[in-house]
């Protein structure tokens, strides 16, 4: 069966610091990957997605990057964080054609940016 | 542009009652629907799923959702709540998009329900 990982689970970083969440996939090759944030109070927001290897696709404009240099591993970062990065970072990974296309989560990342 | 509308931020159930959750959706073609279940500092879980066939889907945990495409809606139900259903809920759409000429299916959000079970 497929497992999502991430990590670190929690981070507390001030503000300027470089930022590096890990998210990888088991049981699955070449899924689409995603990242979102969920900030206090809010629902979620994508902010990168990935059909392949080294392809991304950003939705949202802002300081943080997404790379895949792997199959099964996606890549959340930043060279600065604002204070305004503080959320839950939720990475997921898409279910097979033929299927809904629902989407798997991992247990997600909470950055504190202070 | 696509949207779901989740129109109760909190809602108070006593254990054992009936639930009901409202989910309204905007989106131009046939939509993906999902209802997703969250616990404090947890990952989302996918509870069902609709994309075509009954309208009537049934899920884990004993909840169902009903597909009303007149209404634009998906409502999520459960006939006994428990007070382990105590979490964040969310209602979402799926869309298509294109990328370097492949698709990706990514998911519009809801912003959530806040369901409390008093005792």
């Known amino acids: 069966s497929q497992t999502i990982h991430q990590w670190p689970a929690t981070l507390v970083q001030p503000v300027g610091s470089p930022l590096s969440l890990e998210c990888t996939v088991e049981?699955?090759?070449?899924?689409?990957l995603y990242w979102y944030r969920q900030a206090a109070g809010r629902g979620l927001q994508l902010l990168f997605y990935?059909?392949?290897?080294?392809?991304i696709s950003s939705e949202v404009p802002q300081n943080l990057s997404a790379s895949r240099p792997q199959d099964r591993q996606f890549i959340l970062s930043s060279k600065k964080l604002l204070l305004s990065d503080s959320g839950f970072y939720l990475c997921?990974?898409?279910?097979?054609?033929?299927?809904?296309?629902?989407?798997?989560f991992g247990p997600g990342t909470r950055l504190t940016v202070t | 542009a696509q949207s779901v509308t989740q129109p109760d931020i909190h809602i108070t159930v006593s254990e054992g009652a009936s639930l009901e959750l409202r989910c309204n959706y905007s989106?131009?073609?046939?939509?993906?629907l999902f209802w997703y279940v969250q616990s404090p500092g947890q990952g989302l879980q996918l509870l069902l799923k609709?994309?075509?066939?009954?309208?009537l889907v049934q899920g884990i945990k004993g909840f169902e959702a009903e597909f009303k495409r007149s209404q634009s809606s998906f409502n999520l139900r459960k006939p006994s709540v428990h007070w382990s259903d105590a979490a964040e809920y969310f209602c979402?759409?799926?869309?298509?998009?294109?990328?370097?000429?492949?698709?990706?299916?990514?998911?519009?959000f809801g912003k959530g329900t806040h369901l409390i079970i008093q005792p």
């Open positions: 997921a990974w898409r279910g097979e054609e033929g299927t809904a296309y629902e989407q798997y």
């Open positions: 990935s059909v392949g290897i080294g392809q």
């Open positions: 989106y131009g073609a046939t939509p993906y």
């Open positions: 979402a759409v799926g869309v298509v998009m294109e990328y370097s000429g492949g698709g990706a299916d990514g998911l519009t």
């Open positions: 049981g699955t090759s070449n899924p689409n």
């Open positions: 609709y994309f075509s066939g009954d309208t």
